[in-house]
C-alpha cells in the first residue's frame, strides 16, 4: 500500500508538468479537452463533467478567458446559463495532442512492460477504479 501511495502523487506530479509544456495547467487542460470534444458546453455541465464545485469552474474559466483560450457566450435558449466555448487563440496555441503529449509515459511504460503486461495492468487498475467510492 505504501508503493501505491507514493506512486500516485509522483505520476500525476510528473504528468502535471508534461500537460503544463503544452501550455497551461492539468486542470485547465482538461476543460479545454472537453470543450475541443464536446462543443460548447453551460457552466453546470463543464462542472458535472470534471467533478468540480461551480466555485473551481468558475475559477479555471476566468483564468482561462483572462488568457484568451475560452469566452463567454449566453445561452439561447436559457438566458439564465453561460455557455463556454474555445477560442481561436486556445486551437492555435494548446496542444491537443495526447500522443505528444504523454509520448514520455508511454515510452516509460514500454520500456518497463510488454504490450499484454501494459493491458493486464490496465484492466487491473480499472478493476480496482470501479470498486473505489465515488
Excluded at 509520448?103 to 493491458?119: D, M, N, R, T, W
Aim: charged share 30%.
Amino acid at each position: 500500500m505504501k508503493t501505491f501511495g507514493e506512486f500516485g502523487p509522483k505520476y500525476t506530479k510528473w504528468i502535471d508538468k508534461m500537460v503544463r509544456e503544452s501550455g497551461v495547467s492539468s486542470a485547465r487542460h482538461n476543460l479545454l479537452c472537453i470543450l475541443r470534444k464536446e462543443g460548447s458546453l453551460k457552466m453546470s455541465e463543464l462542472g458535472r463533467l470534471l467533478t468540480v464545485s461551480p466555485t473551481n469552474i468558475t475559477l479555471l474559466v476566468d483564468g482561462l478567458e483572462k488568457d484568451g483560450y475560452v469566452e463567454r457566450q449566453s445561452d439561447e435558449t436559457d438566458r439564465r446559463a453561460t455557455r463556454i466555448k474555445l477560442t481561436e487563440r486556445a486551437e492555435k496555441e494548446v496542444n491537443f495532442d495526447s500522443d505528444v503529449i504523454f509520448k514520455p509515459a508511454i515510452h516509460l511504460f514500454s520500456s518497463v512492460f510488454e504490450e499484454k503486461e501494459i493491458q493486464e495492468l490496465v484492466h487491473y487498475l480499472n478493476q480496482i477504479m470501479e470498486k473505489l467510492p465515488n
